[in-house]
């Protein structure tokens, strides 16, 4: 931006504003989160080739773009790693038995199914933690994420059971603690 400043004497003389411009101030701000994501999606490329250095003409431009676009596309969201380290063995066993009471259902000659729709009510906050909740209730074995509203999630279940809402509210915390957000107590419908 030039501007116009009288000297002295009554010269105008043009002078440039010297703050930085916008784009360099943005580069400040998000260059250290397309790092972090670079090398976490590098990290997983690295994984899913098993480690072979060959692939690295496609796997660095690919992870800079992925980066990048997970940048301007999903809004910053609070991470808190260590939880990842309570989260992931809670979701492998649920998974673990999850997995083996849909193969007793499955095996079962009577073929004990009684499927419900459940409406639950959530209590994340809109954005990324709701998606992740959402997908990791799809994961589960006998659970499917039916649809994902504004307040409510419509989870497609096997087998209705009284402990099925505090179940999703027992992930819904995990995901919240992974999100670092945390999330009131409530009294499931059912509960004395």
Known sequence: ????????????????????PYWHRAARRLLPRILA???L????WWILVGGDMASCWI??????????????????????????????????????????????????????IDAHLVDYPIQ?????????????????PGTL???????VLKVHVLSWRMDTLSELETLEHRVAALFGTSLPERRVAGAN
């Not at 116009?4 to 703050?19: A, F, L, Y």
């Not at 906050?125 to 994961?139: C, I």
Request: net charge positive.
């Open 41 to 44: 999606f590098a990290l997983v």
């Open 124 to 140: 994340l906050p809109p954005g990324l933690s709701r998606t992740f909740l959402a997908n990791a209730v799809s994961l589960l």
């Open 59 to 112: 796997g660095v431009p690919a992870v800079l773009l992925a980066a990048t676009a997970s940048v301007a596309l999903i809004s910053p969201v609070t991470f808190v790693w260590y939880e990842l380290f309570r989260f992931v063995p809670f979701f492998l066993v649920r998974s673990l038995v999850g997995g083996a009471d849909v193969a007793w259902r499955a095996l079962h000659p009577r073929m004990p």
């Open 37 to 39: 994501r670079g090398l």
């Open 145 to 151: 994420s039916a649809e994902l509203d504004s307040m």
């Open 1 to 20: 931006m030039d501007q116009d400043r009288t000297k002295g004497g009554g010269d105008n003389v043009k002078t440039r504003h010297t703050s930085a």
